[in-house]
């Protein structure tokens, strides 16, 4: 199953990282970015470097997602020194704009680092076609609050719906799992959560960035396919096995190569 939920968590507030974990988040983001003050920086590396280091299984490290600073900070190279050390495998790269730069921290890393390149701005997405065939990207994610600020746009709904659109596209173009959508900023408000969420999916993003844990579960289940889909599923390709080489219909619709994919698809999610 590919991963919906990727839950944020402050590198400087250590007590919390084994509650995000104990959620039903798919991914744990330690955030050493903008979570974290100028300030508090290398103690907050430091921090997250002996807990990955002390307290983690393998399997528990497999769902933990490291944001490093920005390429070009004064944090960035001892934040991939720190991650290349504790063997995480995945690593958030914000402001991702170019993909020399995600070719350089890719060789920076461990063989099996992946990066998630989080597109937050103009010159990002002007340049996402080849931030997405850059060796090593696993997946894309929009940073839409930062992309609006900008771009000059005020809102992150329907106003971002052709952004949105280039997200799925160069995603699929590139051969990556479907994008992952910005954060919903309304943290107890569910109804916002679920709304964002489905709509997310509808646009053919594929998970969700969360930023306070009761965000998990409507990501989790907006991002999955209904019952309803899932029987269909069920229906379409018992009726495929049961007639293989023959014209098959499903609720008196012609079932076709596209239709059977989707079924397919919803099958294995």
Same mark, same amino acid.
């Given at each position: ?12 507030? *250590? ?11 798919? #991914? ?6 903008? +979570?974290?003050? /100028? ?23 497999? $769902?933990?997602?490291?944001?490093? !600073?920005?390429?070009?900070? *004064?944090?960035?190279?001892? %934040? /991939?020194?720190?991650?290349? =050390?504790?063997?995480?495998? =995945? ?12 070719? !350089?921290?890719?060789?920076? &890393?461990?063989? #099996? ?15 996402? $076609?080849?931030?997405?065939? &850059?060796?090593?990207?696993? #997946? ?11 771009? @000059?746009?005020?809102?992150? @709904?329907?106003?971002? %719906? ?11 173009? +590139? ?25 997310? $999916?509808?646009?053919?993003? @594929?998970?969700?960035? &969360? ?8 990501? !989790?289940?907006?991002? =999955? ?17 049961? !007639?293989? #080489? ?24």
């Amino acid at each position: 199953m590919i991963a919906r939920s990727f839950l944020f968590v402050p590198g400087d507030r *250590p007590e919390r990282f084994d509650k995000a974990l104990a959620t039903r988040a798919h #991914r744990v983001v330690i955030d050493l970015e903008d +979570a974290v003050a /100028i300030d508090a920086k290398a103690q907050a590396r430091a921090q997250v470097a002996q807990w990955l280091q002390t307290q983690l299984s393998d399997e528990t490290r497999e $769902r933990v997602v490291i944001r490093v !600073n920005a390429y070009g900070t *004064p944090w960035h190279e001892e %934040d /991939i020194a720190m991650m290349r =050390a504790a063997n995480v495998r =995945a690593v958030m790269v914000p402001k991702a704009e170019d993909a020399a730069q995600l070719a !350089n921290i890719a060789a920076r &890393c461990a063989d #099996r680092v992946e990066l998630i390149a989080l597109v937050e701005s103009v010159a990002g997405v002007v340049r996402m $076609r080849e931030i997405a065939q &850059c060796e090593r990207v696993a #997946r894309l994610a929009f940073g839409s609050f930062d992309f609006g600020v900008d771009a @000059g746009i005020d809102g992150t @709904g329907r106003e971002l %719906d052709y952004v949105r659109s280039q997200f799925v596209i160069e995603s699929r173009f +590139a051969g990556l799992p479907p994008p992952l959508d910005g954060v919903t900023l309304a943290t107890g408000d569910i109804e916002a959560i679920n709304a964002d969420a489905l709509d997310a $999916r509808r646009f053919g993003f @594929g998970g969700k960035l &969360c930023i306070h844990p009761k965000q998990v579960d409507a990501v !989790n289940d907006g991002f =999955a396919p209904s019952a309803a889909e899932r029987e269909w599923a069920a229906r379409v390709l018992a009726a495929l096995e049961a !007639n293989p #080489r023959g014209a098959i219909s499903v609720d008196g619709k012609l079932v076709d190569k596209p239709i059977v994919d989707r079924a397919r698809r919803i099958q294995a999610a």
